[in-house]
């Protein structure tokens, strides 16, 4: 664990110092990010360091950023990365990452779900945090729609309603020559892109599901949406930047809206797979920071599956974005969308957030409820009595599964050092039955 927490921070380092430089370039020319699935690049890559860290031979590493030699939890390096940092924090503030009028936390969305027809895959949301680099410079889908991508391989369908402005989502699919085929993937497209004018936070969330693949067994890549290739800036896309993934059915709290609390055999099986999500994060040294249902996305087998890595950090940095349904009652309340808290990150941020998820899904609404989930104020006011979450939160599970009501309890703990850890509640005796 202590390797994959050097090797995160490592990674993480070395990254973000890479975006930077690629942002600074755009800026100063109209050189936009080669594609990165080219076997160029795919060479590259294997010279670069890992967000995972994890030693296992033929795994990506670079020989030049060895932790023995690289001299990291040296103080100046540390001074270096908290100089970048705010160096970072002061770009954002005075460019684009100012929340707009359309995605200031005060205008955050207050009414149900969207629909599940063209339900939101993604977990984005317009109050992300004001620092997170929103845009809100959408374009008419009808400009991308109906064009191929990726070499004329895949044909744009249709655009999937978002409830964000960072971000546009489309379904596409395969060009086949077989009419059958071509109807099947009409019916349900299998794949999506995702475009985004914001180069840093495409590339940064490209680079870890990309990375975190080449880290995990199959069993544990299961648990994530699988990425393929990287969509360079053009014209077809609008000199926007992006990515092609697995297409799914709908994020977790649409499913829940619309089928109701989870019970039985399908709530256990749902909550373990989501416990094992983050605990395969954590045992690579990384907090996710995200871990809300909209992240999570219900494939049409059934299957579970993590979205929206591009908050996930080391553990003991600071966060770089959030959002406030997963903060934690032991960050200043004030804090929320004011400021980015200096507080060293700890894994019990993720299982505050992991506990709400479960909830939501034993009980079938957010424990704020919809309304409240998105209103910041409200929120912020509530983490100022945080037992009285914890309260409400037993209350709420009074007539759930005593078993599955213990494992979401044993994370909504007010004190972090005595929520429970992945370990102990994949241990819990509701999963050993």
């Excluded at 008419?140 to 402005?165: A, E, M």
């Amino acid at each position: 664990m202590e390797e994959g927490i050097q090797n995160a921070k490592k990674f993480q380092k070395v990254v973000l110092e890479e975006v930077d430089d690629i942002i600074s370039e755009e800026q100063e020319s109209d050189v936009y990010l080669p594609s990165l699935n080219s076997d160029e690049d795919e060479d590259d890559d294997e010279e670069e360091d890992s967000l995972w860290g994890v030693a296992t031979s033929g795994f990506e590493k670079d020989e030049s950023h060895d932790i023995a030699n690289s001299g990291i939890e040296d103080s100046g390096n540390k001074d270096s990365s908290r100089r970048r940092r705010k160096r970072r924090r002061k770009r954002h503030s005075t460019k684009n990452d100012r929340p707009s009028e359309k995605s200031s936390p005060s205008m955050a969305p207050t009414s149900l779900p969207p629909t599940t027809e063209n339900q939101d895959q993604s977990g984005d949301d317009d109050i992300d945090s004001p620092f997170s680099s929103a845009t809100s410079n959408t374009i008419d889908p009808s400009l991308i729609v109906g064009k191929t991508i990726l070499d004329n391989n895949f044909y744009i369908s249709n655009q999937v309603r978002v409830g964000s402005t960072k971000s546009e989502l489309y379904h596409c699919y395969p060009v086949t020559s077989s009419s059958h085929l071509e109807e099947k993937y009409q019916k349900h497209p299998p794949f999506m892109i995702k475009l985004s004018q914001n180069v840093e936070q495409m590339i940064l969330e490209y680079r870890i599901h990309k990375d975190l693949y080449s880290r995990l067994s199959p069993e544990q890549q299961d648990l994530f949406i699988m990425v393929y290739d990287w969509i360079p800036a053009s014209d077809i896309t609008h000199q926007r930047v992006g990515f092609l993934m697995e297409a799914g059915l709908e994020n977790l709290r649409g499913i829940v809206w619309k089928h109701g609390p989870m019970q039985g055999q399908t709530l256990k099986e749902a909550m373990m797979s989501i416990i094992l999500t983050i605990q395969v994060l954590h045992q690579l040294g990384t907090i996710w920071t995200e871990v809300k249902a909209e992240n999570f996305v219900v494939m049409r087998d059934g299957k579970i599956k993590a979205i929206d890595l591009e908050s996930v950090t080391a553990h003991g940095e600071f966060l770089r974005c959030y959002t406030a349904e997963t903060y934690p009652p032991e960050f200043p309340p004030d804090s929320l969308y004011n400021e980015i808290p200096q507080v060293p990150l700890d894994y019990s941020f993720d299982i505050w957030g992991l506990g709400l998820v479960l909830l939501e899904m034993a009980i079938g609404e957010p424990l704020f409820t919809l309304h409240h989930t998105y209103d910041v104020d409200y929120v912020r006011e509530r983490l100022k009595d945080p037992q009285g979450i914890v309260n409400q939160a037993r209350q709420r599970l009074e007539h759930i599964d005593y078993q599955a009501r213990d494992v979401i309890l044993q994370c909504l703990v007010v004190e972090p050092t005595k929520r429970s850890t992945c370990e102990q509640l994949l241990n819990h005796e509701y999963f050993q039955n």
